[in-house]
């Protein structure tokens, strides 16, 4: 079984600065592409920041410059470093995972968070 524990979010003042963390546990055998997804109240999930197995990294146009994700695959961790935080950036942000679950499997599965709160203030 696959675990996805989060933490890190928080209140902070609009122009602050937060780090998500992601720690992934369980029998995998590779870790493919992981992504941070964020919602807002009365709006739908969107993919805020991705990072491929390569390293290859994806952003919101809105979170250009200022968000960076990184992955430790030593660590089984995903992280989110949030810089300059907006009001638009209040919302749940969850971590996503896609993982190959075996050698020789010819399938991924894909595993979310419970979620952790980001609130910005003025």
């Known amino acids: 079984q696959v675990q996805l524990v989060e933490s890190g979010g928080g209140l902070v003042q609009a122009g602050g600065s937060l780090r998500l963390s992601c720690e992934v546990s369980?029998?995998?055998?590779?870790?493919?592409?992981l992504a941070w997804y964020r919602q807002a109240d009365g709006k739908q999930r969107e993919l805020a920041a991705a990072i491929t197995a390569a390293g290859t990294t994806q952003y919101v146009d809105s979170v250009k410059g200022r968000f960076t994700i990184s992955r430790n695959d030593a660590n089984n961790e995903v992280n989110l470093q949030m810089n300059n935080l907006e009001l638009e950036d209040t919302g749940v942000y969850y971590c996503n995972v896609n993982v190959t679950p075996w050698y020789g499997a010819n399938y991924d599965m894909e595993y979310w968070g419970q979620g952790t709160e980001v609130t910005v203030v003025s």
């Open positions: 369980g029998t995998i055998y590779r870790k493919n592409h």
